[in-house]
């Protein structure tokens, strides 16, 4: 992967905020962590696509419900309404970024342990209903 070391930072910025996001609803939506996972994921994500793609992604037509969806729940964490403003957020982020847990499933299921266990015939099911693979039924 052939990345600059802008783009670098910015995966590790992006991965430590899904890492604050996940810590934040572990702690019982701990206002402080879910803050601040938001502000790493956003400045992660605008180091790795640049400040230009970053802005024309959120506000593409097709997008903006998500957009819409995405900041509100940001705004609610920071007034102090976690769970309001975390449900109203991950919509945002279903709506956003939905596309992606497909490619995120298929990269997953490549990695030495994750990869077996995704691809048992127990979750495998549930996996691809969630990321929306579509399998033959053969």
């Not at 600059?4 to 910015?10: A, E, F, H, L, S």
């Not at 506000?59 to 509100?72: E, P, W």
């Not at 691809?119 to 579509?134: E, F, N, Q, V």
């Amino acid at each position: 992967m052939w990345l600059t070391d802008i783009q670098k930072i910015g995966v590790g910025l992006t991965a430590a905020g899904c890492f604050f996001l996940l810590l934040g609803v572990l702690t019982l939506f701990d206002t402080a962590l879910l803050a601040f996972g938001n502000i790493l994921f956003l400045a992660g994500l605008v180091l790795v696509i640049g400040h230009q793609r970053t802005f024309y992604f959120f506000a593409r037509r097709q997008k903006i419900r998500g957009t819409v969806c995405f900041v509100l729940g940001i705004f609610l964490i920071l007034c102090r309404w976690p769970i309001t403003g975390f449900i109203v957020e991950f919509c945002g982020i279903m709506a956003l970024f939905g596309d992606f847990f497909s490619v995120i499933v298929s990269f997953l299921r490549s990695l030495p342990f994750i990869g077996p266990v995704l691809s048992s015939p127990y979750i495998a099911p549930t996996i691809d209903r969630l990321a929306g693979i579509r399998v033959l039924p053969i």
